[in-house]
């Protein structure tokens, strides 16, 4: 079955290795939403090995301090669900009391409209190279 | 502020030691659904320094493998959300073809009716116990 992260990128890329990436969501009223994507078609994290959990758990975790220092958000969502792409990649989604959803999951339901807030991609970029390279 | 896991363990506890907890979530039509608390009242993963973050996700996956051995489900969800109950926990959801949101994640539109499913809860005691113990 075709798979849409081993096909394409599945968005703009923030942050790659030989591993993992890191790319921007491009999510209305969420300009800092983030995910962090395993290059190779795997399913669940306890199908990695213990390293490359840790690893790819190191990853998320740059992302979330990234964001916090761009951003400062109110929360930190953090999310591995994949039950409609079953290819292992984590949400990193900062969360603002004013933001479409909250307090509800960003799947839940919506509370107000988005603001068409920019996102800071270079910035971004910059705080991830800092933490990863 | 109150904080409902600072004053009560959250639920049926399944395991625990001296940093975190494992416990039950008894929700209908998710039998095996878990929440993995850590003990004291930190909001993000990035407050725990880097060795009690590795542990609070050893915990996770070893709940995640636990509910893989039992249950056998198409899909595990991790998500670590706490934009109403900001003290650190993760959900760890089994997920199947027939539950009551799949594919969606569990915070989105209800697709069917939850079966009544029954928890083994001995079983998932002792797979807990097998792996952290």
Chains 1, 2 share one sequence.
């Not at 030989?18 to 800092?32: A, D, K, L, M, T």
């Not at 090995?49 to 953090?78: C, G, Q, W, Y």
Request: aromatic content about 8%.
């Amino acid at each position: 079955m075709a798979c849409e992260l081993c096909e394409g990128d599945g968005g703009e890329v923030l942050w790659r290795d030989r591993q993992c990436r890191v790319i921007r969501v491009n999510e209305s009223g969420y300009p800092g939403f983030c995910r962090a994507i395993w290059n190779t078609h795997v399913r669940e994290m306890t199908d990695l090995d213990a390293s490359e959990r840790t690893r790819f758990m190191h990853v998320v975790f740059a992302v979330e301090s990234a964001l916090r220092e761009l951003l400062r958000p109110d929360k930190i969502n953090l999310a591995s669900l994949g039950n409609a792409t079953p290819h292992l990649h984590w949400h990193v989604i900062p969360r603002f009391r004013g933001d479409p959803h909250f307090p509800n999951p960003i799947w839940g339901a919506q509370l107000r409209e988005p603001d068409a807030l920019p996102a800071d991609v270079a910035a971004l970029q910059q705080a991830l190279a800092e933490r990863l390279s």
